[in-house]
Structures are given as structure tokens and as C-alpha cells.
């Protein structure tokens, strides 16, 4: 009988200890329409469009509980995650996006089984989508394509998906050109 229990109690305990390991997930955007009437411009700020959809992203977000939520350094990307930061109490965190295999390394380590926000670039996101060892989900984002939410969720088993999911009102597609950072 003794046997048993101690079985039991060590079967009970694997148990709880395998359920409460919990997948990652980490939402990625683009950051919302920037300014482009400045052609010289490269770090602009957001649009009103633009600021009204961080506001929307904030709402979409805003019942997840969001561990970090990080940025390249830029006005646009930093702009487009304050309204999320604000809700969700969190300092932005900046990453560099031309280190996308260690910035995906180090959000990983800081957010094993949590919620994480990414905010990046029309051609940084999908790489960054990449680094996290998931499949492009779709072939590029264009210029005024500001409204996709990719949504990667890292299983403890190592499976690795990716949700495709839009937020805010529909692209403008009156934005210019899209500014390299």
C-alpha cells in the first residue's frame, strides 16, 4: 500500500508539473502608417491613422497579459507600441532588428511560456517570424499593409504555428513608399 500512494503521489506530481509548463506566444506587427511626406525622413512618426491603430492594437491586446513588449529603435515602431505599453503597465524594450537571430533568441529566453508583443518592420517582421523557427506565413508585406497580427506560438514540445489575423480599420493604402530602416 505504501508503494501505491508513493506512485500515486509521484504520478500526481509529474502531472502538475507538465501542465504547468505553458506554451509561448508571441504576437508580431508592423508599426502603423507613418508619415512619407518627407522623403528625407527616415524615423518619422505615425500618422493619425497610424495613432489610431496602436489604439486598436492596444484594444486587441488589451484582455492578453502581455510579459514584454519590445521595438526597434524607431518613432514609428516606438509609437506604435505605447498605446499596448500604457494598458498593459510595460516599458518598451528595444531590439535590433538587424540581430533578429539574438534579439528571437533573447525574447525567447525572457518570455518561456508568456505573452509577448513584437512590434517591427514590412521587412523585418516575417524574418523575425523566421528566427522564431516558425514558416513564413505569407510571402511579403507591401508598403501600405499595416494591418496584419501574426500570432507564433512556440508549444512545449517544440511545435511551432503561426495564425495570421488582422487589427484596426482595413489598410488605408494611401500611405508612400515604404522608408528602409
Known amino acids: 500500500m505504501k508503494n501505491y500512494c508513493s506512485f500515486l503521489l509521484l ?13 509561448t506566444h508571441i504576437y508580431l506587427v508592423r508599426h502603423a502608417e507613418k508619415i512619407t511626406s518627407d522623403k528625407k525622413d527616415n524615423n518619422p512618426l505615425l500618422t493619425e491613422d497610424g495613432n489610431q491603430r496602436a489604439i486598436a492594437l492596444a484594444e486587441k491586446l488589451q484582455n492578453t497579459p502581455l510579459n514584454a ?9 516606438e509609437s506604435t507600441a505605447k498605446p499596448a505599453s500604457e494598458n498593459q503597465k510595460k516599458k518598451i524594450k528595444v531590439y535590433d532588428a538587424k540581430k533578429l537571430n539574438d534579439a528571437a533568441a533573447m525574447i525567447l529566453k525572457e518570455n518561456k511560456g508568456k505573452c509577448t508583443l513584437v512590434i517591427g518592420h514590412s521587412n523585418t517582421i516575417l524574418e523575425t517570424i523566421e528566427a522564431f523557427g516558425a514558416k513564413r506565413p505569407i510571402p511579403t508585406i507591401e508598403d501600405q499593409e499595416y494591418d496584419y497580427l501574426f500570432l507564433v506560438t512556440i508549444r512545449t514540445n517544440g511545435k511551432i504555428k503561426v495564425k495570421v489575423m488582422h487589427y484596426g480599420k482595413a489598410n488605408s493604402h494611401k500611405e508612400g513608399a515604404q522608408m528602409m530602416p
Open 69 to 77: 513588449i519590445y521595438s526597434t529603435n524607431y518613432k514609428r515602431t
Open 11 to 23: 504520478f500526481l506530481t509529474v502531472g502538475l508539473f507538465a501542465q504547468a509548463e505553458k506554451p
